[in-house]
C-alpha cells in the first residue's frame, strides 16, 4: 500500500524523483524543448510530507514550461567518459549534443533542443562513445541502436528520427546500455501505469538500425495500462515508486520477476482507483548509504 511521500496541491501531480549528491549540477529540460541549470544545494531542503517549493524561487522559469526531465551531472560522468546529453521527443525525435554546449547554461535557461509545432521533449539521458540507447513507448514498441547511429547536433538544431511510431503512440521513455555492460546479462525494468513491473534480459532486444518501428518490449493490456517507465538494471538494489496522487512504495528489485519481452508482468504496487504510476527510481546500496 505505501505511504504518503510528498503532500500535493489538488491540481498538482508527482513526476520526477531521483536521487543526488548536494554539489551536483542540475539540469532541468521542459517540454518547450529549454534547459535550466542550477546546484543540488541551492533547491531547498524539505521534509518527507512537505509540499516543497516552486522552481520559480530558484530558477528564472516560466508558469508555462513544464519541467519533463531532470538531469545530474557530478564528477564520476568526467570519469566515465561521459561526453554528450542524448535526448528524445514525444514524437520520436533524437538528437545527440555535446556536453561543452551545456556549460554556460545558467538559471535563466538555453534552447536545448528546437521542436516542431506538436512536439515536446520527453526525456534526456547521459552518453558516452559506443553507448547504446533503448527507446519505449506507451503502447509498448522499443527500438535499441548504437548512439553512434546519431551525429552529434549544437543545442539550436532539432535532431532527426529516433523511432517510427505508429498512430496514436508516443514516446514515454529512454535509457542507455553502457558500452562495458553490452556482453553483461543486465536487466531491463519495464513499468506500467497500474502499477505492474517485471525485469527482462537487455539481450532479448536486438541492436537495429535507427528509426525502425523497433519489437515489442510488453504486452499492453487495459489491466496494465500504459507503458509508465523502463530503466536499466545492473547494480540496482531497490526500487522506489511515487504514483501521481503521492503514493510510495519501496521493493527489492530482486523481487520483481525475470519475463520475456512480450509479457504483461506483474502487480508490484497497489493503485487507488484513479491514481497512476508517475515517476520511479532504482537506487544502489551506495546511494542508500550516502
Known sequence: QGMLGMKTMEDDEVCHFFSAKTHDSLFFFTDSGKVFQTKVYEVPEGQRA?????LMNFLEISTS??????????KKDKEEKINSLIMITKNGVIKKTPLSDFENV???GLIAIKLKPDDALCNVRKIGDGDEVIIAT???????????????????????????????DEV??????????????????????????K???????????R????????????????LAKIEVLTDKEDL????????VIRTKISSIPKLGRDTQGVKIMKMKTGDKVASATCLTEKEEAE
Not at 65 to 74: E, P, R, W
Not at 199 to 209: A, F, H, N, P, V
Not at 211 to 226: D, L
Open 50 to 54: 512537505n509540499r516543497g517549493r516552486g
Open 65 to 74: 514550461d513544464k519541467v519533463l526531465s531532470v538531469l545530474n551531472l557530478d
Open 106 to 108: 545558467r538559471k535563466g
Open 138 to 168: 506507451k503502447n509498448g514498441q522499443s527500438i535499441r541502436f548504437s548512439e553512434k547511429e546519431v551525429r552529434p547536433m549544437g543545442r539550436p538544431a532539432s535532431g532527426i528520427r529516433g523511432i517510427k511510431l505508429k498512430k496514436g
Open 172 to 197: 514515454i521513455g529512454m535509457d542507455v546500455i553502457k558500452k562495458d555492460r553490452l556482453k553483461e546479462k543486465d536487466y531491463l525494468l519495464v513499468l506500467t501505469d497500474n502499477g505492474f513491473g
Open 199 to 209: 525485469r527482462t534480459l537487455s539481450s532479448e532486444y536486438k541492436t537495429q538500425g
Open 211 to 226: 528509426g525502425g518501428s523497433g519489437v515489442r518490449i510488453a504486452h499492453i493490456t487495459a489491466k496494465t495500462g500504459q
Open 240 to 247: 522506489i515508486v511515487i504514483s501521481q496522487k503521492g503514493q
